[in-house]
């Protein structure tokens, strides 16, 4: 039996910016350093994540926005309507984030850890890198979790469940947010 230890995740991300609308799509891919004992250190792709970056200051009105994310995909569509007010075009009173000096929304649609490394929050982690890395300017981070357990495993990086929209979280990106680690874990492996 061999130790797998996990000493740091990191991600590659690839931003796509297209001339025919502001939307811009994002996909990463996840990676570890494993140590694998005498076998030494290797790069691992472990998984993936998809979303979309859109610059809020491109668009007049809400209806604009939701149409072109409407036009992009129906996930895209709720993402964005579980955050913006259609009466006002502004963010839901009710999230409570300052927009000031903000100009951005992250939408993250997708994400997938290879089975045989979840439990070791590379989730959080690869989600915490996304953020920090697209996330600057941006007013909020939103997701869509499915369950229960996803959705207390997301609120341990400051993700918030929308109460109108259940399943519905945000990060409100004005505001400190936790930032976890996989640095120096170990378990045992077949």
Not at 42 to 53: D, F, N
Not at 66 to 73: G, P, Q, R, V
């Amino acid at each position: 039996m061999k130790n797998r230890h996990i000493d740091f995740c990191c991600l590659t991300i690839h931003l796509t910016a297209r001339k025919d609308d502001d939307l811009r799509p994002f996909d990463a891919d996840i990676y570890v350093w494993e140590f694998l004992g005498d076998d030494g250190i290797e790069p691992t792709k472990v998984g993936t994540l998809e979303g979309h970056v859109i610059p809020l200051y491109r668009y007049n009105k809400l209806v604009d926005m939701a149409l072109a994310a409407d036009d992009e995909s129906a996930e895209l569509f709720n993402l964005v309507n579980s955050v913006w007010d259609d009466s006002n075009g502004e963010l839901r009173e009710e999230l409570n984030i300052d927009e000031n000096g903000f100009n951005g929304l992250l939408c993250l649609e997708y994400i997938e850890i290879d089975e045989s490394f979840r439990g070791w929050d590379i989730g959080l982690v690869a989600l915490s890198e996304a953020i920090e890395s697209l996330g600057g300017g941006m007013l909020c981070a939103v997701l869509y979790a499915e369950n229960q357990k996803l959705r207390d495993y997301w609120s341990r990086i400051g993700f918030v469940e929308n109460k109108l929209y259940p399943g519905f979280m945000v990060n409100d990106l004005t505001r400190p947010y936790p930032e976890p680690s996989v640095d120096g874990r170990t378990e045992k492996i077949a």
